[in-house]
């Protein structure tokens, strides 16, 4: 199998449109694997030949590069990807007890897909919102804050198609392939959704306005806090 | 005491504090674009700033190392691959402030003389590639970024890269090779990428949060920023709390800060609860407890204390926590993330996830304290790369600080700690 003549002309446009960001070509190479996830919503055979002819590579070069990365996925995934934070800090705050009782509830283990073909769950490490544990990521959205309740709740509305919204994020979830989309570099325009910083991120922020608190100014320095 | 000086978050509770109405004009490029580039670089080492992506290097001198009119590209690379476990500063800072991060990116470009920048950002947060991207083609729009920027004949790319889920690539040669297009294996130093980075041409590689402070040194000069901070780690940083504390989150302060005052500003330890362990800069970092609630929180004093200052992610975990999980954890990570080029790394830490697993679960002897030590002495230091010293942090400090919790696993055939306890919703 491989691709129709008509996705075979709009993959390549959107190929050599990535390939031009660069000084060198093969630096398209892992854009270029979302690319192919943004189409068939993993990493295909067709996939991989596509990159390497796109980059003159060999086949052998463009696996060993995708079998690398945790994001590429290696075999057909959910519509949603639905990952846990089990990373120390997350687990200890309850994402140990969220995985538990998810995957009890969605009968899927890790890196499975449920047989709707909604959603595969997956055990994350550390995502970077430490402050917002626990965490969990759909599609590589920010989900903070978790409970094993929520995550449920969350699962479920994503089955039965209703709306989802990210805590910090776009007003609309997209579909993994969507998501796959902006990452190879093409934006969906929804940059200008969701709030700028939210809750922990705007703690300190807030206690240094509630004290006036503020940087020294220029040209006034002292040594600030050096007693 | 020591109060907190919002810079780089100063503007995030603006609604559009990540686009140019809600950030500015680039005043600062404006200015260095108008300066010799030499003064620039030299402005940043009088400025004292190092490092902010864990390992403190000073910044200028980095810059400094670019060989000039050696007639090769140039290349800025900002290493925003932020997966350091408990670490969630940059990622905040680009969702909320990218255009701090790219005038920092024109102001460090223009200074090393690059005329092509790159900014690496991992994969697993869309929202913030969102942002950053549009960020960027605002910047373009203005002709903040692209052929003669403000009309100094400047002329500087910058292309946003997402990585595909790899925490080797926050280490500066493996994010090379994964730039190139490669697997995502650090490189044998020297030559250092100063000499042979990107495509062997010289090369920085700055985090997010050193990049997007540049333009405040620039702006107010160096003697402002090292007017804050401690003699040697000048000027400020972001700190970020998470975990068993009332109200976890960032907290921009100057170097030298403690944890202790920052639990005050943070509300302390959950209530009813207190402290137990902390990582002072991620989980590389060896683990402090209560007893360093009043180290500076600088390079030299984590360091005189056994740890390092690291990346400033304060992972806090209360009485409630079983430090033998927590490591267990934190191991399973680095085998994870190991990325096999080297033996030291790849079969040590898959051998720690084994020997741990059986010590969580009770079923270990004290020997295999003794074996997990002799593991990790053997990593430490004989690894490729700084991600197989970083597994033994953990190891080396919590069997130093509590072995005889370990002890107690084996005593008791099993963990002595519920770990509902712990979970955000078990203490209520």
Known sequence: ?227 | MTQLTPVLTSNWDLPDSFTLDGYGEYSAARKALGTDPDAIIQMVKDSGLRGRGGAGFPTGMKWGFIPQNDGKPHYLVVNADESEPGTCKDIPLMMANPHSLIEGVIITSYAIRANHAFIYIRGEVLHVVRRVQAAVREAYEKGYLGTDIFGSGYDLELVVHSGAGAYICGEETALLDSLEGYRGQPRLKPPFPAVAGLYACPTVINNVESVASVPSIVANGADWFAGMGTEKSKGFGIFSLSGHVTRPGQYEAPLGITLRELLDMAGGIREGHELKFWTPGGSSTPIFTAEHLDVPLDFESVGAKGSMLGTRALQIFDETTCVVRAVLRWTEFYAHESCGKCTPCREGTYWLKQVLKRLEKGQGTEDDLVTITDIADNILGRSFCALGDGATSPIHSSVKHFRDEYLKHFEIGGCPFDPAASTVWGSK
């Open chain 1, 1 to 227: 199998m491989s691709y129709s003549p008509e996705v075979r002309e709009r993959l390549e446009t959107d190929a050599k449109e990535i390939i031009g960001r660069y000084p060198k070509p093969r630096s398209a190479l892992l854009p270029l694997l979302h690319l192919v996830q943004s189409e068939d919503g993993y990493v295909s055979d067709d996939g991989q030949e596509f990159c390497a002819e796109m980059l003159g590579l060999s086949k052998a070069e463009v696996v060993g590069v995708a079998t690398f990365y945790t994001m590429y996925k290696r075999r057909p995934s959910g519509e949603y990807n639905v990952g846990v934070c089990i990373n120390s800090l997350c687990a200890i705050m309850g994402g140990d007890q969220i995985w538990a009782e998810l995957t009890e509830h969605a009968g899927v283990g890790h890196d499975e897909t449920t047989s709707d073909g909604k959603i595969t769950l997956e055990r994350l490490e550390c995502n970077a919102a430490c402050d917002f544990a626990p965490v969990m990521m759909v599609n590589w959205e920010f989900f903070d804050n978790q409970t094993p309740e929520s995550a449920k709740q969350l699962v479920d509305d994503l089955r039965e198609g209703r709306p989802v919204v990210p805590t910090r994020g776009p007003g609309r979830l997209c579909t993994f392939k969507e998501a796959s989309r902006v990452l190879a570099g093409f934006p969906d325009g929804q940059a200008g959704d969701g709030p700028s910083a939210a809750g922990p991120s705007l703690e300190g922020l807030k206690i240094a306005k509630a004290n006036g608190w503020e940087a020294p100014r220029p040209g006034a320095q002292e040594r600030g806090s050096e007693k």
